[in-house]
Nanobody, 123 residues
Framework: VQLQASGGGLVQAGGSLRLSCVIS????????MGWFRQAPGKEREFVAA????????NYSDSVKDRFTISRYNVKNTVYLQMNSLKPEDTAVYYC?????????????????WGQGTQVTVSS
């Protein structure tokens, strides 16, 4: 299984970006998909997750009401729409896949990880 994240970049505060993550190698529709981020000198933290059906989503308090996670199973892709970006959102963003369970907040329970995409928000 491989995860390929893309869509990062440099944006001014208040701007928007959409991250994408494509999964290949297995049946995508049975995976819980999550986004995590890691800023320099900080631990990796949970951002958002979506169940395999799309019926359940979770967000960290810091991104709730600004970020939206969605998935398009036909294209084996999960998205993270990020609006009203703040400088503190600057980090490397990672997508991850969790097989057949829904424990979205626990990084240790994800089976597969992508390589990360850099998001930089300037003030």
């Amino acid at each position: 299984v491989q995860l390929q994240a893309s869509g990062g970049g440099l944006v001014q505060a208040g701007g928007s970006l959409r991250l994408s993550c494509v999964i290949s190698g297995r049946t995508f529709s049975r995976y819980t998909m999550g986004w995590f981020r890691q800023a320099p000198g900080k631990e990796r933290e949970f951002v958002a997750a979506i169940s395999w059906s799309g019926g359940a989503t979770n967000y960290s308090d810091s991104v709730k009401d600004r970020f939206t996670i969605s998935r398009y199973n036909v294209k084996n892709t999960v998205y993270l729409q990020m609006n009203s970006l703040k400088p503190e959102d600057t980090a490397v963003y990672y997508c991850a896949a969790q097989n057949n369970i829904y424990y979205p907040l626990h990084a240790g329970l994800y089976d597969y990880w992508g390589q990360g995409t850099q998001v930089t928000v300037s003030s």
